[in-house]
């Protein structure tokens, strides 16, 4: 099975200033890229990631369930909602100490974006915490954040 991907880094122009030309990073456990012109890539053989690795995801928003593979998109969202009250937002996370402070971003297209935080409960393997917040109106993206 083969795949063919073209990649250019390439800066921006603005004011009639043209960037300069950048680098892209491709890391593989096959070892089998090859790149033309120029390249490094790097085989991982001992790719330092976790047995377990951590996962934090929204499970839904006011009961409505988000999508596995949410498409985080302004124009076609994945949950649709028309409140003005405060809605649980519900979060998921796995091999995340309990205890964790979660941050729930919402930005919105609207310029109006919202905070807010909560802790983890539940046990190493699998945690949750819910937030309550009041959502804008317009369109927004929700990010959550764990850092331990």
């Known amino acids: 099975m ?11 122009s603005q004011y009639e200033t043209v960037g300069s030309e950048g680098r892209i990073r491709i890391d ?3 070892g089998n890229i090859t790149a ?3 390249a490094t890539t790097n085989l991982l053989t001992d790719a330092p ?4 690795p951590p996962f934090l995801k929204v499970v839904s928003i006011d009961g409505v369930p988000v999508p596995a593979s ?27 100490p309990v205890g964790t402070p979660i ?3 919402l930005t919105t297209d609207t310029g109006t974006d919202i905070t807010a935080s ?6 190493l393997a699998t945690s949750t915490a819910t937030v309550t917040v009041t959502l804008p109106l317009g369109t927004a ?4 954040r764990a850092v331990w």
């Open 36 to 38: 033309s012109p120029l």
């Open 141 to 144: 993206r929700l990010f959550a």
């Open 2 to 12: 083969g795949c063919t991907t073209h990649a250019f880094a390439r800066g921006g």
């Open 70 to 96: 949410p498409k985080f998109d302004y124009a076609s969202p994945d949950v649709l909602m028309n409140k003005t009250t405060p809605v649980p937002i519900v979060l998921e996370a796995n091999n995340i």
């Open 49 to 52: 990631l976790p047995p377990n």
């Open 28 to 30: 593989t456990n096959a």
């Open 118 to 123: 909560v802790t983890l409960a539940g046990t």
């Open 103 to 105: 941050t729930v971003f």
